[in-house]
């Protein structure tokens, strides 16, 4: 494997996991500030939750990186690996928050892990490289 | 009724992440990662008329969604969503022209499946 090939990978995974994590603490601080805000008041009290307001700079964060991630590797690679967040979500469900997790879920859990596994095993991108920034 | 909405969300959110996709991948690899540069990437990036295309389909999506919510349970709506990948494979192999060989159709079949699943 050329180096270059190697750093491509390195980048990619990197990202790919800033894009995985930002995705699920932004949902799971958001869901935290909306469950506490008073249900009695206003929706527009949520915006200045704290919970809410980091769950919205974690969501910002994620639209970001995948966006940075997407210049450079396939939609058709992107789209699979980072459903990766589904099975976390329903491991921070049942381990941070004490959800119960049904067989299906798990089973879900699993074909989405081995998915994941068999397409981050494909090239990055497989299509004609453009653009100005491309000097590498 | 309750298909119908399905249909747009998953047309119009597919469509609204080729564009995004697209518009991207046009740009080209992004390199330099300071906060200045990337803010520069940003700022060209989202006057790509590409993006406010993607952007009004994804509000689409968005206001389909709040209303199949209406006429479908939680429990309904997000697994039926997990259609996209499917649609959102087909269209970046057909439109973007990447190379979608069997192990990529495979894992994101998994995946889709795995997604059906968890939402369920």
């Given amino acids: ?136 | 009724m309750k298909w119908l909405l399905v249909i747009v969300i998953v047309m119009a959110t597919s469509i609204a992440e080729l564009l995004q996709a697209h518009g991207m991948k046009r740009h080209g690899e992004i390199h330099d990662f300071h906060p200045g540069a990337l803010g520069r990437v940003f700022s060209r990036v989202f006057r790509d008329p590409r993006m406010f295309l993607s952007i009004i389909c994804m509000s689409v999506s968005f206001f389909a969604f709040l209303a199949l919510l209406r006429v479908a349970d939680l429990s309904f709506a997000v697994p039926a969503t997990a259609a996209t990948y499917v649609v959102e494979t087909i269209l970046a192999a057909l439109v973007l022209k990447e190379k979608v060989g069997l192990r990529r159709w495979a894992g994101a079949a998994l995946v889709a499946c795995g997604v059906f699943l968890v939402a369920l």
């Fill in chain 1, 1 to 136: 494997m050329s180096g270059l090939v190697a750093r491509l990978q390195f980048k990619t995974r990197l990202l790919a996991a800033v894009v995985i994590l930002a995705n699920v603490l932004g949902n799971f601080f958001l869901s935290l500030g909306m469950k506490a805000a008073d249900a009695g008041r206003f929706l527009l009290a949520a915006l200045i939750d704290p919970w809410v307001l980091l769950g919205i700079a974690l969501l910002t964060l994620w639209l970001l990186s995948r966006m940075t991630l997407l210049s450079w590797a396939d939609l058709s690679y992107v789209l699979p690996v980072t459903s990766l967040g589904y099975a976390l979500t329903a491991l921070v469900g049942r381990f941070l928050l004490g959800e119960a997790v049904s067989t299906w879920r798990w089973a879900g859990v699993a074909l989405i892990v081995a998915g994941v596994w068999l397409v981050q095993r494909t090239p990055i991108r497989t299509t004609r490289r453009r653009g100005r920034s491309e000097a590498a």
